[in-house]
């Protein structure tokens, strides 16, 4: 197997981790789940910098987010499967 260019910890995830540099749009990913080392394919539908979150399906505005197993937050906006996920379109529920 190729190295991948996004990572997931758990099935019940809704995004995955980017863990190379200059992922562009359009970039026909090779996707990892840890947990049991299973692999998929995602098309990222934007440029993503190494370290953020793309979405992994449709997550609707007012959903919680998941990563690593754990609810890390509710979408302030719709977020389509394979676009970026950050600030922009994510928050914490803490406040």
């Known amino acids: ?13 809704t995004v995955g981790v980017v863990v190379v540099e200059g992922l562009k749009a359009g970039t ?4 990892v ?8 394919h995602l098309t990222s539908k934007m440029d993503v910098p190494i ?3 793309v979405a992994l399906a449709d997550i609707k505005a007012g959903d919680t987010i ?8 509710i979408a302030k ?11 922009h379109n994510a928050k914490t529920k803490r406040w």
């Not at 197997?1 to 995830?13: F, G, I, N």
């Not at 026909?28 to 996707?31: F, Y």
């Not at 789940?33 to 998929?40: E, K, L, Q, R």
């Not at 906006?77 to 676009?83: H, V, Y």
């Open 77 to 87: 906006a719709d977020i389509a499967k394979g676009e970026h996920v950050h600030v």
């Open 1 to 13: 197997m190729s190295a991948p260019q996004l990572l997931v910890h758990e099935k019940k995830d």
């Open 33 to 40: 789940v840890t947990h049991d080392n299973s692999a998929f």
């Open 28 to 31: 026909d990913m090779l996707c």
């Open 66 to 73: 998941w990563k690593y197993g754990q609810d890390i937050g």
């Open 51 to 53: 370290g953020h979150k």
